[in-house]
Structures are given as structure tokens and as C-alpha cells.
């Protein structure tokens, strides 16, 4: 119904944000992503996301359409609501938790806060095939991750390491530490393990 909400912030806090638009005031759920990026702005572009419940009418608000996409893919897994998938989306950034689904990260998922093992399973059967078919998102952390693992790989191969043991420290380095590290930091979490 709303496709965005346009105008002067009047409240912000990182659970929601008030909207001043021409004098109607729309209050937003957002999640701690939006929230980094409009915290220091006077007024903003939400794209939205309405939630009609038999108790209550519900506006969620995103800074990007990437995030607005994933927190739509989310709530239609069976058992994630609204609140979840901003939760979710509040401990992940969308790149890092498209990217944990695409490499099947069960323990990236698990950290997050009321998602435990059989749901972050369920996350990763039920929105893996999605991720992958959605232009754009399947993209958005494999490249890098894919470029930084093997730069990784290839600078520990050529310093001497064996690549069976390299490649299983660099995959329990990137399950540990998020998928977007820079390729040097890689290197020096992998010295401090080989």
C-alpha cells in the first residue's frame, strides 16, 4: 500500500522512527541497520513495508530496497514474523546474512538472538534456493567472500601451508568472524590458528 515515507524525523530511537509527512505523523518499526544510517539525518526516504494484523496496522521502514527484500523473504519462512526478521536483520547486515544462507552458515544464525538450531536450519533450506534466483542478493557477499577466502588461500599455500588444513581454518575463521573480512585480516586470524 505504502511504497515509501518521505519526510522530517521527528522521533528516533533504534526500534522506530517517527516520520513527520505534511503534518501526519507515521510511526516506522526499523531495524538497527536503517537505524546506523538515518540516525544522524533531519529527514528521510523509508521504503515500507505494511503488516496488516487482526489487532494492528504495522510500518516497517528500511534505509535500502536490499534490506526491504531480504525482510520480505524472512517473514514468509514458516515461524519468522515481522519481529524476527527485524531482529535478524538488526545482528546481520543483509549482505552477511544472505551470504550466511547461501554457504549453508548454521552458526552465524544460531548467534543471533532468539533463532536456534532447527530455525536457522529451516532459514537456510527455505530461502537458499530464493537468495540464489533473486538477482542482486545472490551477489551481494559471495563475490567478495569468494575473492577473499581464495586471496586468503592462495597467500597462505604460497607462504608454505598445507591447503586441506588452510581451507578448514579459513572456512571456521569466516563462520566465526562474519563473511566480509578483509582478506588481511583473514591472513592474520589463519597465522594465528595454522
Given at each position: 500500500?505504502?511504497?515509501?515515507?518521505?519526510?522530517?524525523?521527528?522521533?528516533?530511537?533504534?526500534?522506530?522512527?517517527?516520520?513527520?509527512?505534511?503534518?501526519?505523523?507515521?510511526?516506522?518499526?526499523?531495524?538497527?541497520?536503517?537505524?546506523?544510517?538515518?540516525?544522524?539525518?533531519?529527514?528521510?526516504?523509508?521504503?515500507?513495508?505494511?503488516?496488516?494484523?487482526?489487532?494492528?496496522?504495522?510500518?516497517?521502514?528500511?534505509?535500502?530496497?536490499?534490506?526491504?527484500?531480504?525482510?520480505?523473504?524472512?517473514?514468509?519462512?514458516?515461524?519468522?514474523?515481522?519481529?524476527?526478521?527485524r531482529m535478524i536483520l538488526s545482528s546481520l547486515s543483509p549482505?552477511?546474512?544472505?551470504?550466511?544462507?547461501?554457504?549453508?552458515?548454521?552458526?552465524?544464525?544460531?548467534?543471533?538472538?532468539?533463532?536456534?538450531?532447527?530455525?536457522?536450519?529451516?532459514?537456510?533450506?527455505?530461502?537458499?534456493?530464493?537468495?540464489?534466483?533473486?538477482?542482486?542478493?545472490?551477489?551481494?557477499?559471495?563475490?567478495?567472500?569468494?575473492?577473499?577466502?581464495?586471496?586468503?588461500?592462495?597467500?597462505?599455500?604460497?607462504?608454505?601451508?598445507?591447503?586441506?588444513?588452510?581451507?578448514?581454518?579459513?572456512?571456521?575463521?569466516?563462520?566465526?568472524?562474519?563473511?566480509?573480512?578483509?582478506?588481511?585480516?583473514?591472513?592474520?586470524?589463519?597465522?594465528?590458528?595454522?
Amino acid at each position: 500500500m505504502f511504497a515509501y515515507i518521505e519526510g522530517t524525523l521527528t522521533t528516533r530511537n533504534p526500534a522506530y522512527v517517527v516520520v513527520d509527512c505534511q503534518g501526519v505523523g507515521y510511526m516506522i518499526h526499523i531495524s538497527l541497520n536503517t537505524f546506523t544510517q538515518i540516525k544522524d539525518l533531519t529527514s528521510a526516504r523509508l521504503l515500507t513495508h505494511l503488516l496488516v494484523r487482526e489487532d494492528a496496522q504495522l510500518l516497517y521502514g528500511f534505509y535500502t530496497e536490499e534490506e526491504r527484500r531480504v525482510f520480505r523473504l524472512l517473514i514468509a519462512v514458516s515461524g519468522i514474523g515481522a519481529n524476527t526478521a527485524r531482529m535478524i536483520l538488526s545482528s546481520l547486515s543483509p549482505a552477511d546474512l544472505v551470504q550466511a544462507i547461501v554457504t549453508g552458515n548454521e552458526p552465524v544464525l544460531k548467534k543471533i538472538k532468539g533463532i536456534g538450531a532447527k530455525t536457522a536450519q529451516r532459514l537456510i533450506v527455505e530461502l537458499k534456493d530464493k537468495v540464489a534466483k533473486t538477482q542482486g542478493l545472490s551477489d551481494l557477499g559471495s563475490a567478495s567472500y569468494n575473492t577473499n577466502r581464495e586471496e586468503a588461500l592462495s597467500a597462505l599455500v604460497i607462504l608454505g601451508f598445507a591447503r586441506p588444513a588452510v581451507e578448514k581454518a579459513l572456512d571456521g575463521l569466516l563462520r566465526e568472524h562474519g563473511m566480509t573480512i578483509p582478506v588481511e585480516q583473514i591472513i592474520r586470524l589463519a597465522l594465528k590458528v595454522l
